[in-house]
């Protein structure tokens, strides 16, 4: 049984190539960082061991799987960086986007590792060969330097023959005109088995089948494609059965091509530059219902959308806004709209500074939902709809910051536990809100903070001056509250910051206190005398 005829595109240690191409963008978003030059030794670490590295490295003795400090022994000039595999995925799509507009229908095997059909290339370009050498050259002049080709029934062959394009692989030729740095290695029709048979058995890439094959004195493919396969099941399973028929030239495996996914951004130039926010939100206005009804074409709910600005000088403002529900386009207008005025300064100062009109709008999904998760409910749903509705075009009146809503925080006093959010942002959680916070408040919290402390006078019996000494004893016990009785009071819980600096030192105490009259305060004793910060409900 022969597999489908298949080409496997290979790129040679991409994961240092992956890095390489992530630190030439840093370079050009940041003139002033140091790069790595393509040609040093490279060696990616994950878990303090050598995952990949370059062929300078590998030439001076730096393997896979070593341990850091060996393969900085070999080589001392070696330079380490983390593995990522995120940033593996995100590189390799800049390559298929190369591949899949000389033929569609690539798929990604891996980060490095791409595979299609031969069929259809080879008839187009007039040949497998000429295939091949077609897909590699314009990959080459976008910056793949390194790679290679196989070409082969099935796709564990042709990924065989793209490891060894160049060299003498057994029933496989140089494609004409091959040069060093984009090979392809061409296995005839029916020759998978004997191309394969001299490989050895770590080709596969199953560790724990390798080193029981080894065990059982099984050192090449050949040697495994001999054994019986009923036999190579009932000992290895359904996975060492798969493992077999490919060392057989029988891969299994069909290419399964990769469905691009849809161009979801929009953007608008402006010819002539705009400088009102006004007419900057009215001219995108078009573009923002485009992209909505791309998304929802898609069946997607945008829930965080990214927005550029370039005004004419080249300058940008980008930034992703959050919605706790979705986005719909007079909300992204508005992000627009808010966004302008920040970066002009009118209402966050230290934003990028946008000085000309703006001559660029474009709008990115960055996160996304399925749309059906965000259809309103039959029940329960319409008053929560209609307050949104009313928050939501209050905000787009009064601006990002005109309705706020509270969120917890983290903090020591009531004041600073109340944060401010604008209604709509989906703020993620305040790391520090569930934090140990040494002298806060105990429970029961206040039901309200007051913005400005109130100022009040709290005394002793007789009018005596009710104050906390240097022991952080009372010198009298609370008896009135500006005039009314205390009843009840608890304390003093005391809060010392910062002693150590003179300009952010903090000492104040807290007590609860309640009146003749049934009302339960917060009251704080600070230097600047009595007030008070909160009400119990």
Known sequence: MSGVRTIVLWFPDWPVTALLRARARELDA???????????????????RVVACSAAARSQGVRAGQRRRDAQSACPSLVIAPAD????????????RVLEELSPGAQALRPGLAALRARGPARFYGGEEAAAASLLEPLRGSGFADVRAGIADGVFA?????RLAGGAGTGGRAAPGAEPGAR??????????????????????????GALLARLGVRTLGEFAALDARLVRDRMGTAGATLHARAAGADPREV?????????????????????????????????????????AAGLACTAVRIVLVDDDGRRSERVWQHPVSFDAPATVDRIRWQLQEAAGEAAPGQVAMRGGVALVRIEPEAVDAANAHQPALIGHGPNERAHHAMTRAQAVLGHRGVLSPRVGGGRTAAEREVLLPWDDDAPPDATAGRPWPGALPAPLPAEVFREPIPVEVAGAGGAVCAVDERGALTAEPASLSGRPIVSW?????????????????????????DGDGGAWLAVLSPAGWALEGRYA
């Open 490 to 514: 608890a304390g003093p819980w005391p809060l010392v910051e910062r002693d150590w600096d003179a300009e952010r030192a903090r000492c104040l105490h807290r007590f609860q206190l309640v």
């Open 158 to 162: 042709a990924e065989q023959a793209a």
């Open 256 to 296: 399964s091509p990769r469905v691009p996914p849809p161009e979801l951004a929009r953007e608008i130039a402006l010819e002539p530059p705009l400088e009102i926010a006004e007419q900057v939100a009215f001219a995108a206005r078009r573009t923002v219902e485009e992209f909505h009804e791309a998304l929802g």
């Open 85 to 96: 595999d995120g940033r593996d995925a995100r590189a390799f799509h800049d390559a298929l």
């Open 184 to 209: 392809t290695l061409v296995v005839a029709p029916g020759g998978s088995a004997p191309f394969l048979a001299p490989l050895p058995v770590s080709a596969l890439g199953d560790a724990d089948a």
């Open 30 to 48: 940041r003139a002033s960082q140091e790069g790595v030059a393509p040609d040093a030794p490279i060696a990616l670490v994950h878990g303090n």
